[in-house]
């Protein structure tokens, strides 16, 4: 469909619009969207409900998104929370709120300035930031470097390069969130197995590591190492085998 | 098949390539999502793949990498359809089926010049098993029914194809794929066939 033929949707206050085919969607307020939603841009300021499937190109949330079916954006920024019930593929993504997908997530690039949460795997070219995550089945990321604000999990994690560190100084832009609370929990990675060509692990709780050239930092707790190429070990890392193969 | 399984240590082992190259390949969707099957050990849960469906696999992508790109490969092993149509002259031309087969489409779906990419596939189906000798041409309108209606219900998923004959009556089952399929004693599977291999290889014939 040409964009000519699109139509907008400008929603101020509170109601609600049927499912279709729309150039701009702009949500102030609270809005409810019944049914299938195939839009060029997307934007909320407030709180949105969707219902169906949901295809946009440019999608920016500023306050709440739930879709119940499964989301497929080209470039999404989350400065609020959004919840997606389905599966999601966001392309371009940067995460500066809450992101909830309760199947799996795929994508390319993630910038991770918050907390990302997948109830299934997780598949991603490119993850980088500094924030937290937690993953319930397989973090499948080609290049991941990712500082950790805040206690993360995966079951797995596999890659190429998989660099995860703990948080430099206290200054970051999490600090303003964690400030409200008045203890701040240790930000520590907690997988099953970790595996990849390279990596390097800072306060990382896992059973087994595997990969060509690992190096297991500070506050690491490692059941089982095993490497190909090289290997390196922090003094104060706990590290019980380790084997070359 | 339970015995045929390798896991994903020996499988790196055996092949020589690195977790990174085997979790990419799977990020690109050269390797199926429902190869990777977790069970747990003595030492916690572990991955294990279909040992001959894998290793076949890897070969391919191994061989066929360096001339390739990942995202050509992926729609190469992909069991989903392509928007493609071929012309009637240009399937005789390249002598993608027999004439046998184009013969039996022609009397089920009355005249026609151009093949959709799910017609092709049932028709490369069709004469594939006919070329073993193992089906007869009558039961071939049966399988080509079954592959027109139903096949389009598995949506791209990988499925399996049964041919069964029990007392000389033959009947053919379309079933998701890598699924158990446990018979009574009279009826004789006399074939199973991997319908996302037939598509490779009408694939590779193709291009």
């Known amino acids: ?245 | 098949m339970e015995d045929h399984l390798i896991s994903k240590k020996d499988l790196l082992e055996l092949t020589g390539i690195s977790y990174g190259q085997l979790y990419r390949w799977k990020r690109k969707d050269l390797i199926p999502e429902d190869w990777f099957i977790r069970k747990s050990t003595f030492t916690g849960q572990e991955t294990f793949f279909p040992k001959d469906k894998i290793l076949e696999r890897i070969d391919k992508i191994v061989n066929l990498k360096d001339n390739t790109s990942l995202d050509d490969l992926a729609d190469l092993f992909s069991p989903s359809l392509t928007e493609t149509a071929l012309y009637k002259k240009d399937i005789i031309e390249r002598n993608i089926v027999s004439e046998i087969s184009l013969k039996l489409l022609t009397d089920q779906i009355g005249d026609w010049d151009v093949l959709t990419y799910e017609r092709l596939i049932a028709v490369y189906v069709l004469d594939q098993l006919l070329l073993t000798g193992e089906m007869s041409l009558d039961e071939g309108k049966i399988l080509l029914q079954v592959l027109n209606d139903h096949y389009k219900k598995f949506d791209g998923k990988s499925c399996d194809l049964l041919f069964i004959r029990k007392m000389g009556i033959a009947t053919f089952l379309l079933i998701s794929g890598a699924s158990e399929v446990y018979l009574e004693n009279n009826a004789k599977l006399v074939k199973r066939l991997v319908i996302s291999s037939s598509i490779e290889a009408l694939k590779t014939h193709l291009s």
Not at chain 1, 102 to 115: I, P, R
Not at chain 1, 174 to 192: G, H, V, Y
Not at chain 1, 200 to 228: D, S, W
């Open chain 1, 1 to 245: 469909m040409n964009t000519q033929d699109r139509q907008n949707i400008r929603i101020t206050g509170t109601a609600s619009a049927a499912g279709g085919t729309y150039n701009q969607i702009r949500i102030m307020g609270e809005g409810k969207l019944t049914g299938d939603i195939d839009c060029i841009t997307f934007g909320c300021t407030g709180t949105a409900d969707i219902t169906g499937q949901f295809v946009s190109q440019i999608f920016k949330v500023h306050g709440t998104t739930v879709v119940n079916g499964t989301v497929s954006n080209d470039k999404t920024t989350v400065n609020g929370e959004m919840t997606v019930h389905g599966d999601a593929t966001i392309r371009d993504g940067k995460i500066n709120g809450q992101l909830n997908v309760k199947n799996n997530l795929f994508g390319q690039e993630l910038k991770l300035y918050g907390m990302v949460q997948v109830d299934g795997d997780c598949e991603i070219d490119r993850l980088y930031g500094k924030g937290a995550f937690d993953v319930k089945g397989l973090l499948n990321a080609g290049q991941m470097d990712v500082q950790l604000y805040w206690p993360s999990q995966a079951n797995e994690i596999g890659g190429e390069h998989i660099t995860v560190k703990k948080a430099q100084g206290i200054s970051g832009m999490m600090k303003s969130l964690f400030d409200m609370f008045k203890i701040q929990p240790d930000a520590r990675l907690t997988a099953r197995s970790i595996e990849g060509d390279d990596i390097v692990l800072e306060n990382t709780t896992a059973q087994f590591v595997r990969g060509n050239n690992v190096t297991i930092g500070p506050g690491c707790h490692i059941e089982h190492v095993e490497y190909r190429n090289t290997y390196n070990q922090a003094s104060d890392a706990i590290v019980n085998h380790y084997s070359q193969v």
